[in-house]
């Protein structure tokens, strides 16, 4: 290998190092980037600080299920698949808040929230009359399962989301 050979290779090695401790460093300073919901280009983000443990805990438990797909009808206790309101008994119900079946009877029980109210762990309903059910994440984010995409995370400020919102309970006590 001539000089000029070994001073390229240096060069290429010196600068892929420098890029590699740069692109390190600066996820020290910047932190984990996002992850994103399966199927999806929406990040998951981190819960508020102010986040209670049991909310923290039913939107762990529910995350566990990302990606599981969605049928109409599924049976309670199935984790195979899952339609909005059975994969929102499950996930509360694994952390001691029956619900009953249905979005509309889910729409019926704890305290009514409003839109601007809503907390991290909150059910939120849509369409009228309600049809489907969600778990409120916290920045606009709700975690639930429909169609294509199964269980997922979707922004529910914006698009078909925010047009067809309907109300928000809040069973966490």
């Known amino acids: 290998m001539n000089n000029m050979n070994k001073s390229r290779l240096s060069k290429s ?3 892929i190092t420098l890029s590699v401790s740069l692109f390190a460093s600066a996820n020290l300073f910047v932190g984990p980037q996002s992850a994103l919901a399966a ?3 929406t ?3 981190a819960a508020p600080a102010s986040m209670s443990g ?9 995350k566990q299920y990302l990606g599981v797909r969605y049928v109409f009808g599924t049976q309670k206790g ?4 899952f339609d909005c309101s059975s994969f929102t008994q499950y996930v509360y119900g694994k952390n001691g808040i029956n619900l009953p079946r249905s979005s509309r009877e889910q729409s019926q029980v704890g305290t009514y929230v409003a839109r601007n109210q809503l907390q991290p762990g909150d059910l939120v309903f849509f369409y009228s009359p309600i049809h489907h059910v ?9 975690l639930h399962t429909y169609g ?12 078909w989301w925010s047009k067809n919102y309907k109300t928000a309970r809040r069973v966490i006590n």
């Open 13 to 15: 090695l010196l600068g």
């Open 39 to 41: 199927g999806s280009s």
């Open 43 to 45: 990040p998951i983000t």
């Open 54 to 62: 049991k909310a923290s805990s039913i939107i762990s438990t529910g």
């Open 148 to 159: 294509s995409p199964g269980v997922t995370i979707s922004d529910m400020n914006s698009g």
């Open 78 to 81: 199935r984790t195979n698949s």
């Open 134 to 142: 969600g778990i409120y994440m916290g920045n606009g984010k709700v």
